[in-house]
């Protein structure tokens, strides 16, 4: 054999030896990207779900967009993995749809599971009116709560069009159609129809008081009249249970589950509203169009159920 042969022969082997090599790393890099593809797009197994304590915060003026927070609410009264809720509030009142809504909401909860509510700064009007459907009441000696009434604002500005010479007529189908009309003036039978409003809303008010309570409705009755009181001053009345904080709430929501001593409290998963096409092109070049119903259904809570924020201003 000659010397170009043997050249020959160890360039065949070396180009072959470089192929297989360039064949493996292919195979890898393929057995590779499948198994990429199959960690990202197969079926995972999902976590076994844990136990836990639901955790439903209530915040600021209460209007009456609670649709997801009523379906959480929902869910979670379904979920045999929740087993209980912690409550805590921090709201001067709001709408008194919104406010029955949760009531109704909690207290079918609160007939499956236990509740507990921690009172932060107010509980008050509508936000003690969420409240009393649980078992336990928490407060600090200085939150204010009860605050149990209905206020209905109808403004009069007939006098400033007479003073501007503005005439409004009001075309009716009924005599009391146009009294709840800013710009008509509010006749004596108008102020009947509102008040028998007032008075209906304030008699579920109470209702709801003195089945959560578990008290006679004269005495709260008595109670109602529109006054807050504080923490220390509503252990008195029977309108909570005990000075506490959310720590303290906690605890006792714990002793009321069997094997709930060491149970994690979670915040509640509240699915936020869908928006509109036209809302999310808005919010998406830098506008808060969003924001507006919230905004406006807050505003409009003021003037529909008596909160503490017309007695303490925040």
């Known amino acids: 054999m000659t010397a170009f042969n043997r050249t ?3 360039t065949g082997a070396a ?9 493996l790393w292919r195979g890898i890099a393929v057995a590779a990207l499948i198994l990429t593809m199959l960690v990202l797009f197969m079926p995972r197994r999902p976590h076994a779900p844990r136990d836990a304590i639901a955790r439903l915060e209530i915040t600021g003026v209460i209007g009456n967009r609670v649709r997801p927070t009523v379906e959480a609410i929902e869910r979670a009264g379904r979920d045999p993995h929740i087993k209980g809720m912690l409550l805590v509030i921090d709201s ?12 109704d909401a909690i207290a079918r909860f609160a007939s499956r599971k236990p509740v ?16 009393v459907p649980a078992q336990r009441l928490f407060a600090y000696p200085s939150s204010i709560t009860g605050s149990i009434g209905v206020i209905m604002m109808r403004p009069d500005a007939s ?18 159609k146009d009294q709840s009309q800013p710009f008509t003036a509010l006749k004596p039978e108008g102020r009947q129809m509102l008040q028998g409003i007032v008075d209906d809303l ?16 004269e005495e709260i009755r008595q109670l109602a009249d529109g006054r807050p009181y504080t923490g ?10 005990q000075i506490g904080d959310e720590d303290q709430a906690a605890t006792w929501l714990h002793g009321q589950i069997k094997d709930g001593k060491d149970l994690p409290v979670r915040k509640l998963a509240i699915k936020k509203p869908d928006r509109t096409m036209w809302e999310r092109l808005y919010h998406r070049f830098g506008g808060s169009l969003f924001a507006w119903p919230e905004a406006i259904d807050k505003v409009m809570a003021y003037q529909s159920l008596d909160g503490a924020v017309s007695i303490l201003p925040r």
């Not at 180009?15 to 064949?23: G, P, T, W």
């Not at 507990?116 to 409240?131: C, E």
């Not at 220390?232 to 249970?241: E, G, K, S």
């Open 159 to 176: 006098v400033l069009l007479d003073r501007l010479g503005v005439k409004a007529e009001s075309i009716t189908s009924g005599p009391m």
């Open 92 to 103: 001067p009142g709001g709408g008194v749809t919104g406010g029955e809504a949760l009531h």
């Open 116 to 131: 507990a509510v921690s009172m932060q700064g107010l509980a008050a009007s509508a936000g003690y009116m969420i409240a």
């Open 232 to 241: 220390r001053q509503a252990v008195a009345l029977h309108l909570i249970d």
């Open 15 to 23: 180009l072959l030896r470089q192929r297989r090599r360039l064949l």
């Open 202 to 217: 304030f008699d579920q008010f109470v209702l709801m008081v003195a089945k959560g309570r578990h008290r006679p409705i």
């Open 8 to 10: 020959d022969d160890d």
